[in-house]
């Protein structure tokens, strides 16, 4: 039963129109590191592996989430990658110490594999070019041969490893957090300015329409944050169409059950609205620098919940063995890595971030999250066994197929809980997505209070065209347990599922109570 | 008949020498661009082709043309040109996409093959190499393979292609315009002055007497004009013998045939001689800054009439398609690109460039008129058809093939005319060659006044060691039309060429009438 | 006999400890530049060639001589080096254009080869990495090559070229001497720190436990001296564990024998002791700048007696033929370079330079002597003849097999002498190095005064756990000649070699006279 000690109302019926749902916004990320791909949606002795080796299982639990669009091959790897290791014959691919992670990379999985994979996945693909050890030579020999039509050298080199079609990738990553301390060939804000002028423009001039992503900084923590997007934005705003956005989150005190970690968590999106403000700021500023009319969107390229103080022992063992001298012992094949587990609780963190990311897709027009399989990721995979669903698979599934339209993001004024970092917060998030064509909307309400219930009542009459006369509620769920550390596993994969809401309409209202961290969505035809 | 109304006479008997003439001011540029040599120099199928597949036909004009040296291989199209597509056997050369002008390069033509046509055109080649996408080892690399004596890996396998001997190319640019956004891979000035220092530094170690050209300003418009200069100059003052210049100009109302724009259009050399005295005084900067003795000459090595506006009516058009999403459509092989076709007035305002040049040859070393064939030039080849001369063909010819010695800048005072960005300029634009060897010298002159004919008086007594009794008129030409608008074009290649002058001589005096909008040459012996 | 007028007496019975002294102060220096490597250590057609076509002879010497580490593959060649050129059957191997000395390099001998040689030397390679043509993705490849375990593709072409274990090389140079206006590649200092971050972080990712060297200053006669050091190693202080400094010194009058050269030439360890003082200040300010705690240390990787004017004489023939218009012709294989013959004075001042090297090596954690055969060397190899050691031979090889333990810096008061650069100096320059668990010690002492012999007197019963009791000398040398330019040639190769040095021992107190320009070895057991 609910923790909850009391409850209060919330009323919402006044709509600020944002923008049209990009499909974009539901994209998610996979990055060649640990068992993400190796084991995860490629595992060619598996039983349900296809013909180019990828799992069937997994494969399917992909499309169920609805991802739309895949963000890869990273990430950091991309640091130190070479793009043609993962085209043509597997047998003649180079194995390669694979910096970033200390990974052994058989590149049995590159662009090649992974187009097919999208193919069968139903997702588009966003590419990253390797800024680290490479520059724009081998992005625009990339660009040729994953987009140039048939007749060139390179283009024909992807004809004869069996795609005579051009890929028709539109969005490409100017390296990836080249902000940062830890990525190979890392960069001021100036050296990566100077590099993304270039880059962008020699690709636009090789095709036309292409969407080019330059790094934002890898965190809001970032001591160059702003700096960075101001010079880099400015320097190449005529060639940008995205500026990139990183967030993770995570329960600080998700080991000791501290209350004081699980409060500032549960607020995690009021750091996002904060990070996607202050980088559109940066974004208009280098508009009017320009004197241009363009705004370069946010694609939030990498968004969740990630454990990093978990990574951050990893890495603090490898960088103690720095003391032992040298060694150069081999690094494993698809390791163990980030292979967080999640609880009732990220679920409905994750949650506010989805409705966060609508209520600012006039300026989010892409986001990827981070990731897919096994590492920081909606779907678990067993080598050689069964895949399952996370309890932040739930959210997104939901989200990524229910909501088209338009999105609205509601006035809410209702109780508050305190945060040390935030202050006073709304203890409810909502959006709302209507899709006049379809005459289909979605109601998200998160709870995300950790010491109450709230009722809420939402009335859509206000949204344009809802005829509250055909009002009608189709499906409603709540995402929630009593206890908010509780996690989906391998061996009760079920434990934390969304069960049905009950929801009382009157009219185009709908009322119903969401008990403390609980995540909700209501699908209705009006 | 002249449109002239009104004539008056101009006497010229003082002159200051300039400096010894080099050969090199009368240098052209071939870049692989539109059908400049595919369809232009080289056709292989033409009947006139020789066994490397070059057109005698062009090959003739070209000879004829008195070309001393030519630039190779661009231009644009060398910021993501990769120098070894252009040699060994032609079955195994890359096809690519070529970035800057959106073509499909066979690379059927490189510098194996450029080599051979120079030798059959007695030209000296000016090689660029790669800035845009490529750096120091890729520019060492072409220089061992083109000038490297037998014995090293690299240069053997020049050998291997056909060519023994070393080729001896001495004049080399360190990218093309890097300066210009343009440009693949454009760098502020700090960035290309770092690069320059790097490259002319190491290809001079590699071999003694190389004279090494770095860009300077895209045009006298480019924001960074002098700056750009100065920062350059400056950091690798020691390694360069020279700094390149490019100037196009046309008659803004050339479809209108609005009279504003051919006056401006007239007095284009003013443009020009003013830049070439900006860039000078930003190299003296450099020479004053290092403590120098030498003298940064000028390489003038993109100069002519270009119909811009057309080119941009093109470009524009690209980059109208980018709103239509991604699209990879293959690039066409040798495009019509550039295909202008020249009017009396444009071969007068030639005529008045290489005044210009030769007023200034104690500065501009070198020079490169844009460019050869097809391609805004002077000698235009039809497919499997006739090659034959546009109107600016003239000018160059008379005085790339008579101009010996040493250039003397007569003292003009005479009649003016306005313009609108000049102020009040000489209609008569005139320069002198003498070689008192050969004992034969070069009298030209052009009345850009498009309102009035004049008359002018050149009395050539005070160059030293012409004897005025031994003076001898030999041929004297003049290059006009009543109407300045008038073209050669395929169907009537003859439409405009040069008429015999008469002159009046007395002593070592000539004197003759210009019609308005002419250009004149006086051959004599003394 | 001697030709000093006077002598005095010092007195030395006081030490200040400086530190444990790292087997590495004993390094040596390989660049493959004139007859260092071709005709020096390796020539396949000599008597003694091993299977490896490495000279026995020569390296007994080198064995003999205590070299524990030696640097390689250069020096300026670095900076134009392709690392892969000198890996693979030697058939294949590619013959270059080596442009910093002017010589045709077959690449005979590369790091598979002396990788082979260090084994049989029982030397340490420190290997350095071009940062003059090349970057960081060549830096780690060649990295994998070298250390990195089998499996990859890179390491497993080590294997297969049949070296299967890692070399397990340890310090890495990025690049060499990048601040030289000389170098292939030269930097200002802001370019050099922006490229060692990211290799040496990069690398370090690659590999626990690297030890990265980033070039400092050439000399402190450079202009960025202490810039160079600060602006570097305050952007990298992270990722670095040494420095280089590179110090040469000749007697500026060894062709006129003027007195005036020899004196400051005598004086040289005054320099090297500045030289470390600052480039120690400059670390320390990047620690602070950094709040590290980490001192980075010095490795004074170039050192030694060049008689650096006949090398600039060659130098200016090589840039006068500049004025001679281009020439390619072919560079000789192996050519005589940089064959200096050193005289007894010379070895008296590399004496002198240990001797400082050891009284820092608190600091000062490793060093390179420049170099080995031929070029600079110690060690003469005629073309199939025989070895010799030259003068500077003799002071290396006693302090490198037998300086052990501990460095002890002694407080001398004695006699000076006057130099112009230097003021007046102390006439004897000391150190004693004492190894308590073998307890064995050695006393280095060098008179330096060119006008006088003197007496020196050291009580070494202070230094930790000495037994006056069981003290005793076991071989005491003098290297002395009355004619300090008398040197060992290939006729005469033992014209100068130490000779036993009488001393007086009492208690733990030994007293000699050394004359004027002399070095000396007191060996003893306490």
């Not at 923008?19 to 595992?43: H, K, M």
């Not at 003649?92 to 590149?107: C, F, G, I, S, Y």
């Not at 005190?253 to 500032?264: A, C, I, V």
Request: proline fraction near 6%; aromatic fraction near 10%.
């Amino acid at each position: 039963m609910s923790t909850t000690p009391q409850s209060s109302a919330t009323s919402i019926s006044a709509f600020t129109p944002v923008a049209d749902i990009p499909r974009r916004l539901f994209g998610s990320f996979v990055e060649q590191l640990g068992r993400s791909v190796y084991g995860g949606i490629y595992e060619p002795t598996h039983p349900t592996a296809d013909e180019y080796g990828f799992r069937k299982d997994v494969l399917d639990l992909v499309k169920e989430l609805g991802v739309t669009c895949v963000r890869y091959p990273g990430g950091n790897i991309v640091s130190n990658y070479r793009w043609e290791d993962g085209t043509g014959p597997r047998e003649k691919r180079p194995v390669r110490r694979e910096l970033a992670w200390h990974q052994t990379e058989t590149n049995e999985v590159g662009i090649d594999d992974f187009y097919h994979w999208s193919k069968k996945a139903g997702t588009e693909i966003m590419l990253a070019v390797n800024m680290g050890t490479r520059g724009l030579q081998e992005a625009l020999d990339e660009l040729e041969y994953v987009n140039g039509a048939p007749g060139t050298t390179i283009a024909d080199r992807r004809v004869a490893n069996g795609i005579p079609e051009p890929m028709n990738i539109a969005m490409w990553c100017i390296g990836n957090e080249m902000d940062g301390p830890w990525q190979v060939g890392h960069m001021t804000p100036e050296e990566y300015a100077s590099r993304v002028e270039k880059v962008a423009h020699a690709m636009k001039l090789a095709e036309s329409g292409l969407e080019m992503v330059a790094c934002g900084s890898s965190s809001a923590q970032m001591p160059t944050f702003g700096t960075w997007e101001k010079t880099v934005l400015t320097r190449a705003y005529e060639y940008l169409s995205f500026v990139s956005a990183h967030a993770y989150y995570y329960d600080h005190d998700h080991d000791s059950h501290k209350p004081e970690g699980m409060r500032e968590f549960l607020a995690s999106s009021e750091d996002m609205k904060q990070f996607i403000a202050t980088v559109a700021s940066c974004a208009d500023y280098a508009r009017e620098q320009n004197h241009g009319t363009k705004d370069i969107a946010i694609s939030f390229d990498e968004w969740g919940v990630w454990y990093q103080d978990v990574w951050q022992k990893q890495e603090a063992e490898w960088k103690a063995a720095e003391t032992e001298g040298l060694h150069t012992e081999p690094w494993p094949k698809a390791p163990h890595l980030l292979e967080d587990v999640y609880n009732a609780s990220d679920a409905v963190v994750e949650g506010s971030l989805m409705i966060t990311l609508l209520k600012h897709c006039d300026r989010v027009r892409s986001a990827s999250r981070a990731q897919l399989v096994n590492v920081i990721a909606p779907i678990m995979a067993e080598e050689n066994g069964p895949a399952w669903k996370q309890t932040i698979y739930y959210p997104f599934a939901e989200v990524a197929n229910h909501a088209h339209g338009v999105a609205y993001a509601p006035e809410v004024d209702g109780p508050t809980f305190h945060t040390a970092t935030y202050g006073d917060v709304q203890a409810l998030e909502s959006v709302v997505t209507w899709d006049e064509e379809t005459r289909e909307g979605l109601i998200l309400a998160v709870n995300r209070d950790p010491d109450a219930a709230h009722e809420v009542s939402i009335d859509v009459s206000a949204l344009p065209g809802v005829d509250a006369a055909r009002f009608a509620v189709t499906h409603a769920e709540v995402l929630h347990d009593d206890d908010p550390y509780r996690q989906n596993t391998a061996a009760n994969p079920l434990a934390v599922t969304p069960q049905e809401l009950t929801v009382a309409a009157d009219g185009a209202s709908v009322t119903y109570e969401l008990p403390s961290i609980a995540w909700s969505a209501v699908r209705f035809k009006a």
